[in-house]
């Protein structure tokens, strides 16, 4: 099964949130591993709204899924899940680097991401 990584980010900015859409859906083409090759099968996103909330949560305004090549591997002598294209992009790709870069700026007031197999 293919991992996916679902994101909400919370900014304010209506032209903020345009980019935001933009680069996270050309991840797809733009995410490359060091020798050149592609890693991820899809990227989207899209400003949402909030339906439900709760009083104390962030102001969500993007959403986004990113669909990885590599699927899930339980690793059985460590009982832990490996993904190598996840962990690729946690820690190594530029482009996420520099996101990351940008959040620590203060350019979203929250960020969250989770993974799962569907």
Avoid: H
Avoid at 66 to 80: D, H, M, Y
Avoid at 102 to 112: L, R
Wanted: glycine share 6%; with cysteine; net charge neutral.
């Amino acid at each position: 099964m293919a991992i996916n990584r679902i994101g909400l980010i919370a900014l304010a900015d209506g032209p903020a949130q345009d980019e935001a859409v933009k680069r996270f859906s050309n991840f797809v083409n733009d995410c490359k591993k060091e020798d050149g090759s592609t890693y991820l099968v899809a990227s989207k996103a899209s400003k949402c709204k909030v339906l439900t909330d709760v009083p104390g949560s962030q102001a969500w305004s993007v959403v986004y899924e990113i669909t990885f090549a590599s699927e899930a591997k339980l690793v059985a002598n460590r009982r832990r899940l490996v993904i190598r294209d996840m962990e690729y992009y946690q820690t190594k790709d530029p482009i996420y680097q520099e996101l990351m870069r940008q959040a620590a700026e203060g350019k979203a007031t929250g960020f969250i991401a989770v993974s799962a197999e569907f």
